[in-house]
């Protein structure tokens, strides 16, 4: 069989795999004998005929399914549309008419989407709001409901955080008087309540922060005061030559205050006067003493031990 006879041959039984609807067969075929042949243009028009008849089917389906989905475009079943068309981009992708209606479909259930978020927003705002006034074990209760209902959503999860921070600024411009006090057991009293309705909140957070700082600061202020007065009752103490007490009062002070040097100073002074003072009685009492030492000595000698 000649060259030409041979290709003639090839190309009718190509034809016929094409006119039998054996598409992806007779295409397999052709790059086949393209491979074999690379100078044989018959074979690639015979891939381009296979081409067309492929695009031409898919068109065919996907206005099938386009004609199919019609009914739900009344129903603004978007989401339905959307299910049957955008398979169809895996066998239309550059179907210019088949991108239209998905991409209208997306843009109408993006806006249904945000309309019936915005009615949810507005309606349950309208509930909360009422209950904010009026009944505040009601609020929580509600708070708690809708995010039982809906668990992981943003917008429910957003609104309930937001009223609960708003029903805590309340309780905390409520108790301003409270909280601007030293009543500092009253007012740690007050947040433990507040984080039974928000344990997270950034707002008590804060006030508990706040809270530590102040009583840090007014211990510091009231160490400092005790400090400062005692000074004039250790200088009384020193000048009055009570030095014993005076450095078991500096060792009081010092518990409080360790790195006080001023009162290190006052301390190591007071032990130095009562080291003083002690050999100063120890000699005055020996020459209070010597006379009769020196008597009893003469008479009886024998009760005194020489070294």
């Known amino acids: 069989m000649s060259d030409k006879a041979f290709f003639t041959q090839v190309e009718q039984n190509i034809e016929i795999m094409i006119s039998e609807g054996k598409l992806k067969d007779a295409y397999e075929k052709c790059k086949g004998y393209l491979s074999e042949y690379p100078d044989e243009d018959v074979f690639i028009d015979l891939m381009r005929k296979i ?66 978020q915005k009615n949810f927003k507005e309606q349950n705002e309208e509930k909360l709001n009422k209950l904010l006034k009026n009944d505040e074990k009601g609020l929580l209760e509600e708070l708690f409901a809708m995010e039982k209902n809906s668990p992981g959503n943003k917008q429910v999860l957003e609104m309930t955080k937001r009223y609960r921070d708003i029903l805590i600024k309340m309780k905390i411009d ?32 804060d006030l508990e922060g706040g809270l530590r700082l102040r009583q840090h600061g007014t211990q510091v202020e009231e160490k400092d005061e005790y400090i400062y007065k005692s000074y004039t009752h250790l200088d009384t103490l020193m000048r009055l030559g009570k030095y014993d007490k005076a450095t078991r009062v500096a060792e009081e002070l010092l518990a409080v205050d360790k790195s006080n040097k ?46």
């Open 51 to 116: 081409e067309d008849r492929v695009e031409e089917k898919n068109n065919k389906l996907i206005k099938g399914k386009i004609d199919e989905v019609k009914p739900l475009w009344a129903k603004n079943d978007y989401v339905g549309i959307l299910n049957k068309l955008k398979p169809l981009l895996e066998i239309g992708p550059n179907n210019t008419k088949l991108k239209g209606l998905i991409q209208k479909a997306q843009e109408e259930y993006r806006d249904e989407v945000e309309q019936l």
């Open 262 to 307: 001023k009162l290190l100073e006052i301390k190591k002074k007071a032990e130095r006067k009562v080291n003083i003072k002690s050999r100063e009685d120890a000699i005055n009492s020996i020459e209070e003493n010597l006379p009769a030492l020196k008597k009893d000595y003469k008479a009886d000698k024998t009760q005194f031990i020489k070294i």
């Open 174 to 205: 409520g108790k301003e008087d409270l909280i601007y006090s030293e009543k500092f057991e009253d007012i740690a009293h007050f947040i433990s309540q507040l984080k039974r309705i928000d344990k997270d909140s950034k707002r008590i957070n």
